[in-house]
């Protein structure tokens, strides 16, 4: 048992160029989450998914994309990399929401530099 | 919208001494739960404790306890017999229980525990 998992742990972009974030979960859980933390900030909310096939935008969506073609898997694109985006990318995912049994279980981070 | 704060940007505590994080919420919810996240040089994020803001009795984790105030909206966590494992940033975070509900992080608090 895995837990969450996430690929690339370190990656170097150029502005301008594109990459996918692939996160991966094997507890069988219908919610997962990307976060970015940045020095100060806290963790913030990218995107979200609540099932298979579903995804929602949150706190700081604008130049990301997701997909969620399956269950255990949820990935984060950014299609044109800016200075930005430099930050370190969290996956999470959770059982349920909001209904006691919500706990996130986090991965062990993406550390994205653009230059 | 729900914030928290996280006022102290770091605490230091000699090992074996017990140091206590403070951790303060708005909201306008009446059910909502909260959390203690630790997060170690290894950037994993760690569930430290949870707290169900319908239950009167202080949560406990072996040497973590947190003091829940509601009425003041105060959510402190207290690290009795400090350990130098316990050098970490700590993140208070905040989730209302409705459906759509989002985690709220403050913004971190690094403590070092001092041999």
């Known amino acids: 048992n895995a837990g969450v998992t996430q690929t690339p742990k370190f990656r170097v972009l150029k502005t301008g160029q594109s990459m996918t974030l692939l996160c991966a979960q094997d507890?069988?859980?219908?919610?997962m989450y990307w976060y970015r933390q940045d020095p100060g900030m806290g963790l913030r909310l990218i995107h979200y998914?609540?099932?298979?096939?579903t995804t929602a935008k949150g706190e700081v969506p604008d130049g990301y994309n997701v997909s969620r073609l399956k269950k255990q898997n949820f990935l984060l694109g950014l299609e044109s990399a800016a200075p930005s985006q430099t930050s370190v990318y969290f996956c999470?995912?959770?059982?349920?929401w909001g209904l006691g049994t919500d706990t996130q279980y986090f991965g062990p981070g993406t550390r994205l530099t653009v230059l | 919208a729900q914030t928290v704060t996280q006022s102290q940007p770091e605490m230091s505590v000699q090992e074996a001494e017990t140091v206590t994080l403070s951790c303060t919420y708005d909201?306008?919810?009446?059910?909502?739960?909260l959390f203690w996240y630790k997060q170690p040089p290894s950037r994993q994020m760690i569930l430290v404790i949870r707290?169900?803001?319908?239950?009167?009795q202080n949560a406990t984790e072996n040497r973590f306890s947190v003091n829940f105030q509601k009425a003041a909206k105060s959510f402190s966590l207290k690290i009795s017999d400090s350990q130098l494992g316990d050098t970490a940033m700590y993140f208070c975070?905040?989730?209302?229980?409705?459906?759509?509900?989002?985690?709220?992080f403050g913004k971190g608090i690094t403590l070092s525990v001092r041999p």
């Open positions: 707290q169900e803001a319908y239950k009167q």
């Open positions: 507890m069988n859980h219908e919610y």
């Open positions: 975070a905040f989730m209302a229980t409705g459906a759509n509900s989002k985690l709220t």
């Open positions: 998914s609540v099932g298979e096939g």
């Open positions: 999470a995912s959770s059982y349920a």
């Open positions: 909201t306008s919810e009446n059910n909502y739960y």
